[in-house]
């Protein structure tokens, strides 16, 4: 019986290369420090550096907090048709999401002058300026975050979850906030300015202002508590999941470090979010 003599056959090389990627950085806490209010009630801006003390260094008189009416309207405007949804969620808060008439929403990139910031319903602080903090109660931190470039290209409303895998929206929605706690959102990386989306929404006209807010490196964002005031006639909202926009594009980088102060437990927020996608254009800047 002949036997027929087996060849070996070299494998065809892949045309595609196999790459091994490293995990995306989506939100990701370096550090977390307590702040008490009640013994530093003051933020200071110490060249760049934020600051919780006693009181503020002498000859520093404190801002007073920002405040305009509802006439006030800054930012790409859009119409609201409405509330499709709405979800509590105790005991962190409310959830609602509207309903836009456009396909996709434009945020209206603009530096954070004290003007601009005002027109949200916040105060911005620059460097050798202080504020006193207000905070109805509830331990507050000051915690020094990693954001990543995709960070905003995940929902907690669309059943994405970092911490699961890198699971990415193909686009950016609307979430915006307001909540009985106060922020301070500080620009403290080294390369690029912050990026803070902001809103105000005239709840009974069905119409809403929206922004990205490009904090100076060296700067930082005051915002009070806001609680739901009924009878209001506008609503100021913010979000910070795009604080790495300033980096899109600079193949050198995929994220930016910031210092934010909250309150991670008992507190109570009010989420508004939308799923169309979003458009931000990027500003001019010079680095250091």
């Keep these: 019986m002949l036997h027929t003599p087996v060849i070996p056959i070299d494998p065809i090389p892949s045309a595609i290369p196999s790459y091994d990627f490293l995990p995306q950085v989506f939100i990701r806490e370096l550090s ?14 110490d060249k760049g550096t934020p600051t919780y003390r006693a009181s503020l260094p002498d000859g520093i008189t404190p801002l007073t907090p920002a405040h305009t009416g509802p006439e006030v309207a800054v ?4 119409r609201v048709t409405g509330t499709i949804g709405f979800k509590p969620t105790p005991p962190y808060g409310n959830e609602t ?15 954070a002058t004290r003007d601009v910031a005002a027109a949200f319903g916040i105060t911005l602080v620059e460097p050798g300026q202080g504020i ?9 931190h000051q915690n020094h975050y990693e954001y990543g470039v995709f960070a905003g290209h ?9 911490e699961a895998g890198n699971m990415l929206l193909s686009v950016v929605c609307t979430d915006l906030e307001h909540h009985d706690f106060p922020h301070v959102f500080a620009s403290t990386d080294p390369q690029f300015p912050l990026v803070i989306s902001v809103g105000r929404y005239w709840h009974q006209e069905g119409r809403i202002r929206l922004a990205d807010l490009w904090v100076p490196q060296g700067s930082a964002l005051y915002i009070p508590p806001k609680p739901l005031l009924l009878g209001s006639q506008c609503i100021d909202l913010h979000n910070n999941r795009n604080s790495a926009r300033a980096a899109w594009g600079d193949i050198r980088a995929h994220s930016i470090v910031t210092h934010t102060l909250l309150q991670t437990k008992d507190s109570f927020t009010y989420w508004y979010w939308n799923a169309a996608d979003t458009e931000h254009t990027p500003l001019e800047f010079r680095r250091p």
């Design 32 to 45: 977390e420090t307590e702040v008490h209010v009640g013994e530093t009630p003051f933020f200071y801006n």
């Design 75 to 78: 930012g790409a405007e859009h």
């Design 97 to 111: 999401q509207l309903g836009f008439e456009a396909e996709s929403v434009r945020y209206e990139p603009m530096w």
């Design 132 to 140: 006193e903090v207000d905070s109805p109660g509830g331990l507050l």
């Design 154 to 162: 995940w929902s907690p409303y669309q059943n994405t979850n970092p």
